[in-house]
């Protein structure tokens, strides 16, 4: 009956006890006597050593295998081995204190569920060191051995999130996402927001699955368009259409600051007009109802005396408006003039700069009308980054934020968990 409860197999329960709140399972294994891993001859018992593995909890409590193991050595003068410990994979992997169960159990309840190690070490009764070291164990398995996690994507995207603060001036650290955006499933996180690490990435896969790629989405970063300029040359570029509007609203907003300073001398106050219709500047035309246009127009008549936060605008309006047709070969013409009409000398040095920008990118903005793909799951995959930096108050270890990350937001297989051996 203990042998039942324990649930191992060819293990005999010797003795049970209940200290300081601990259930207490001694066990050893009834295996056969092996032979010398080296000249294959017979060997006898060296010594009993006692291993205290953490398991499951038992009936509310925490509870600890004691594993009474063999240590074997060989009589043979010339053997080179000497002695050696049985070992059973059954029971625990070796080098971590954690039963193979437990371990397997620990993995899902902070890979799959998003607990915190703190949460689930109080339950087991351990420490956190002891969850974390088996979470990465499993975890590296099951993420880095799974041939078909990665798959065959067809459209790849690339952004950045912030990894941690580094060092008393808190240097920010960064991490770039790698995303199958067509499935929306992360696919690996890097270290640094340059080109190389996504390249030796790239690099990593095989040529047959990058011709694959057919589209590479990214928001207006040079690094990643060298990236996929130079691994991914076949895939057709496509800019994320929310930053292309997002750039157009930052540079109304700086075109709005200039001009109050101008204007008024100082920062923004409540009671100044341009600081005032700051949100309804940003916000869509069609979204504003007669109240809200009105009190726009009329505190750009009193705050913006060239018009020129009005120009700042109406090219924000208009840059909007590229993702209201359907023709990609119109688009790109569209494109291309708008680029050239917000360059003109009349228009405020903001808007000129977004000129500039839209026509570096005019392909890149025009081939979301031929893809109509975006780098939304790769910002939804970095908000599932975040809530596993919340969670663990944060990462200094890059080891141990790609493992977690990929465990929560890459979605593994976890039908694979109970195959796999622990590294």
């Known amino acids: 009956m203990c042998e039942l409860l324990v649930g191992l197999p060819d293990v005999s329960v010797l003795a049970v006890d209940d200290g300081a709140g601990v259930v207490r399972v001694h066990v050893e294994t009834r295996s056969p006597r092996p032979g010398c891993t080296a000249c294959g001859g017979a060997v006898t018992i060296k010594d009993r050593p006692v291993v205290e593995l953490v398991d499951l909890p038992a009936f509310g409590r925490p509870a600890r295998l004691v594993w009474r193991k063999h240590r074997w050595t060989c009589p043979e003068p010339s053997c080179p081995v000497g002695s050696f410990t049985a070992e059973d994979r059954r029971i625990a992997a070796p080098r971590l204190a954690l039963t193979d169960r437990a371990g397997r159990w620990v993995t ?118 060298s990236v996929f300029d130079t691994m991914l040359p076949d895939a057709t570029q496509v800019a994320d259409p929310f930053h292309v509007i997002k750039l157009a609203n930052s540079k109304l907003d700086e075109c709005r600051r200039r001009v109050q300073n101008d204007t008024m001398g100082h920062r923004g106050r409540k009671d100044d007009p341009l600081y005032r219709c700051r949100r309804l500047l940003t916000k869509a035309d069609e979204r504003l109802d007669d109240r809200g246009r009105t009190k726009l127009l009329g505190l750009l008549d009193a705050g913006d005396p060239k018009g020129e936060v009005r120009t700042a605008w109406h090219a924000k309006e208009v840059v909007r408006s590229i993702y209201e047709h359907h023709d990609p070969k119109l688009a790109l013409e569209f494109v291309e003039r708008l680029g050239r009409d917000l360059q003109d000398q009349t228009s405020p040095i903001e808007v000129r700069s977004l000129g500039r920008t839209i026509i570096r990118w005019k392909e890149q903005i025009a081939a979301w009308h031929k893809a109509h793909v975006s780098n939304g799951p790769t910002e939804a995959a970095n908000n599932l980054i975040k809530r596993v930096k919340r969670v663990a108050f944060g990462f200094t270890q890059f080891r141990n934020y790609r493992i977690r990350v990929l465990l929560y937001a890459g979605r593994p297989n976890w039908d694979l968990l109970a195959t796999i051996a622990p590294r």
């Not at 799959?112 to 420490?127: F, I, Q, S």
């Not at 912030?162 to 991490?175: A, D, H, K, P, V």
């Not at 996504?198 to 989405?217: D, H, K």
């Open 108 to 225: 899902a309840q902070v890979g799959r569920n998003g607990r915190t190690v703190n949460e689930v070490a109080v339950e087991l009764g351990c420490d956190w060191h002891t969850i974390n070291d088996t979470v990465i164990a499993y975890g590296t398995a099951l993420v880095d051995d799974d041939p078909n996690r990665i798959g065959e994507p067809i459209a790849l995207g690339l952004d950045e999130t912030l990894f941690f603060r580094q060092g008393e001036w808190r240097t920010q650290q960064w991490s770039t996402s790698i995303v199958d955006v067509g499935a929306g499933r992360l696919l690996d996180v890097v270290p640094g927001r340059s080109s190389v690490e996504p390249c030796r990435w790239l690099a990593a896969q095989t040529e047959a699955w990058r011709v694959r790629i057919r589209w590479a989405t990214l928001d207006l970063s040079g690094p990643y368009r």
